[in-house]
């Protein structure tokens, strides 16, 4: 059994939807990211670095893993699913998979903090990150109309891409003449482990965008 402590964000979902498309039985422990829950001496023996998601793989002798995009490869690697086996295909998915940890994650989680949260509109800071964030999407475009998947076939590399890029409307980027994007945001979106793996877990915060944003900045504070 794994246990999965997360919260309802993009990199939170992307584990909870590789948990999903793979059949693993896991249980959901929630953190409530508005009372610093993550900063908890418990939780960051866990995760020096007080973020989430983690996992505690309880069928490997208790073994934490944190980091999304770590979690995702040992989940891939444990099950022998969602990550090509060959050299070659292998390099491929991580590679994708790197390009989303260093790049659509970073800026678009910018992008968000400039747009939505902070108190004060710095539009030098807003526009600088709306627009690398479509840069990249831009760059993804390029590969999607090549490729079904980012690594050819649907992989982990997908699955945390898409948590963030499906976002894209709150960070204030639209996908507009990116057909190649718009598609493949679609077909992923449709993916019935995609859908229940991105409820999990369920939003705390229901109602406003201002309770939304007013709940962020006390996690940014």
Do not use: C
């Not at 099950?79 to 090509?84: E, I, M, R, S, V």
């Not at 060959?86 to 260093?102: P, T, V």
């Not at 903090?113 to 807003?126: K, L, N, S």
């Amino acid at each position: 059994m794994i246990e999965l402590l997360t919260a309802a964000t993009p990199n939170g979902r992307k584990v909870s939807i590789a948990l999903e498309e793979l059949g693993l039985p896991y249980n959901v422990r929630a953190i409530d990211l508005g009372r610093h829950e993550q900063r908890e001496p418990w939780f960051l023996a866990l995760n020096p670095n007080g973020r989430i998601p983690v996992i505690i793989d309880h069928a490997a002798d208790d073994f934490v893993v944190f980091e999304s995009g770590a979690i995702l490869w040992y989940l891939a690697e444990k099950t022998g699913q969602l990550l090509p086996t060959d050299a070659k295909g292998k390099s491929i998915a991580l590679q994708w998979l790197m390009f989303q940890m260093g790049g659509i994650g970073p800026m678009m989680g910018q992008a968000n903090v400039f747009f939505r949260y902070a108190p004060e509109r710095i539009p030098f800071a807003i526009e600088r990150y709306q627009r690398e964030s479509r840069r990249l999407f831009e760059v993804l475009e390029r590969r999607l109309s090549q490729v079904e998947y980012l690594a050819g076939s649907y992989s982990i590399a997908d699955i945390a891409t898409w948590a963030w890029v499906s976002t894209h409307a709150w960070s204030g980027v639209d996908v507009d003449g990116l057909p190649a994007v718009s598609r493949w945001l679609t077909a992923i979106g449709e993916r019935p482990a995609v859908i229940r793996g991105g409820a999990i877990p369920e939003p705390k915060l229901a109602g406003t965008a201002e309770k939304v944003v007013d709940s962020a900045r006390k996690i940014l504070v």
